[in-house]
């Protein structure tokens, strides 16, 4: 069984074997201690100066999305979304849901978002917006610098999901002014599922003083931010998940730090992409994260050819939801996958192509 899917990612063996070893019980200093020196590495990833505004949930990403929404806006802001797939979608279903105020810029299928989708909301009084960066719904990575320069003249916070761009992509807190960025365990970190970490800046955390009552006691971010000071969270942590991100930084640093980390998966991805073309397989123009590739079928039922992965020779990647299930592909450059392996992964993509062809023939 190979898995080229997002998450959980074909998980590297020293991490699927952190569970057996035994760790110790949480609410002590020893855990803390690991707990505050992730924490420190992770600060210097996505670079921010204080380690104290990381907190962590064990929640999915989707739990992160809310808990965001429940804790940073009220029904006084007025919020801007980038909606240009599933995760965008979310966004406007979650807010909708929780009645607040919101706009949507709404792209189509392979639209680039440029700076003339933004244009029209410049210079209104919008307090926020909210990205899904990499819209993994597609395979789009949106401009960051477009997005921030954007919230930095119109003064709006920045709020960013991403999920799945953070350690596959360059990013950078400090430099595009990010005033929430929302990540978790089972993507780019490639472990178990379970813990998302979101990341405040300075002003996220000042504004959080004099919101009102939020609707979360499970989630109440200022409960958080004080309780990591001391390495702990509020409630019981994923416990495996902490010591298995322990491992996993551990592992970055050997393999040669983060830049190394990024370009061993942009080597996957290059390659994947270039070996795909050589098979005549459609890649979508926009510029697109190192994490994923979707390839658009044109006349064959993509769901087919990812059931037919599956059931004939054990390969799993990312089907599609919505009106792309039948469309797209979705392939993951995360994880213990090797060049080999891809192309062992194209060849049977194109014999489960031809196999569909020739079914639906009949
Ligand atoms: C995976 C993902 C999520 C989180 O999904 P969960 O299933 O709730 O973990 C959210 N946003 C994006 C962009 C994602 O790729």
Redo the contacts with the bound molecule.
Sequence with gaps: MKKFT??PVEMFHRTAVIRDKGFCYFRTQEFSDIMINNSKRLAKILNIQDFNSIIYLAM????A?EATIQNCITNKDKSLVINGGT?GHRFCEMLEWHNCDYDSVNLKWNEELTYKHLKPYENKNYTTLFV?L???GTGQLYDIKLLSDFCKRNNLFLIV?A??TILADDYDIEKYGIDVTIF?S??GLCLS?GMSIVALSQRMIDKLQTMPKQTTFYADFKDYLKNIKRGQTPFTPPVCVVFELDDMLNFIDEKGGEKAWLKEIEEKCLYFRKKAKEFNLKIPEFKKSNMLTSIYLENIDAYKVFCKLKDNFGIYINPCGGELATKLLRISHIGNTTLEDIDDLLEKINICIEETKKEDMK
């Design positions: 997002l998450g999915s990403g989707t739990g999305m995760f899904n990499h819209e993994t999901d999920i799945s978790s089972q993507k599922p």
